[in-house]
Structure formats: C-alpha cells, structure tokens
Nanobody
Framework: QVQLVESGGGLVQAGGSLRLSCSAS????????MGWYRQAPGKQREQGAT???????NYADSVKGRFTISRDNGKNTVYLQMNSLKPEDTAVYYC?????????WGQGTQVTVSS
C-alpha cells in the first residue's frame, strides 16, 4: 500500500510562488531518495529537483536558484518551494520516491503559470 500524494498545485501569475507537498505512506520514508519531476504538454517528463536520504540536493538548470526541495522525515513529506514562476514552468508535477531498484510515483498535481 505504497502511496505518494501530491498537493499544492494551482494557477498562479508569472513571478508568483507556490509550494507543493508530497505525503508518503507505506515506505520507510527516511531511507528513500525523493524527487520532483514535471511533464509539460508535448514534452517528456524531466527531473526538476531531488534530495537523497542523506540530504544531498540536485536541481535541473531550468529551476536552479528558483526552486528549493526539502524533506521532513518526521512528517513523511517532501516539499518543493517554487519562486519566480515562469509560464514555462507550467506542467504536471510528480513526486517520486526511490530506494535501490524500487521506485514509486505519485499521481501528479497541475501547476499553471499565466503570463
């Protein structure tokens, strides 16, 4: 019964901010690397930000300096703080948890940035 449930998506104007949350259950959360991926219309799904179980973070060039990934192991939750949003950030954002060969996806949450 592994579940990753995203929330916090919505419609925001360019330059605005949004914070996404992903709550996990059914996994040993603290032992999993977590990440946020996104898929825009007509494009392949791409990595946005990841954080390892040890706290190492990595960001795609397209979001570096604007997005921040963080995790709260006590709440089994990973966050994505998105600032200075651009219309190009419009996509479905997916949460992913990975440990060794096991990986799980959330259902996704829509983020739309208007110009």
């Amino acid at each position: 019964q592994v579940q990753l449930v995203e929330s916090g998506g919505g419609l925001v104007q360019a330059g605005g901010s949004l914070r996404l949350s992903c709550s996990a259950s059914g996994i040993s959360f603290s032992n999993f690397a977590m990440g946020w991926y996104r898929q825009a219309p007509g494009k392949q799904r791409e990595q946005g930000a990841t954080v390892t179980s040890g706290g190492f973070t990595n960001y795609a060039d397209s979001v570096k300096g604007r997005f921040t990934i963080s995790r709260d192991n006590g709440k089994n939750t990973v966050y994505l703080q998105m600032n200075s949003l651009k219309p190009e950030d419009t996509a479905v954002y997916y949460c992913r948890g990975t440990r060794w060969i096991n990986g799980y996806w959330g259902q996704g949450t829509q983020v739309t940035v208007s110009s």
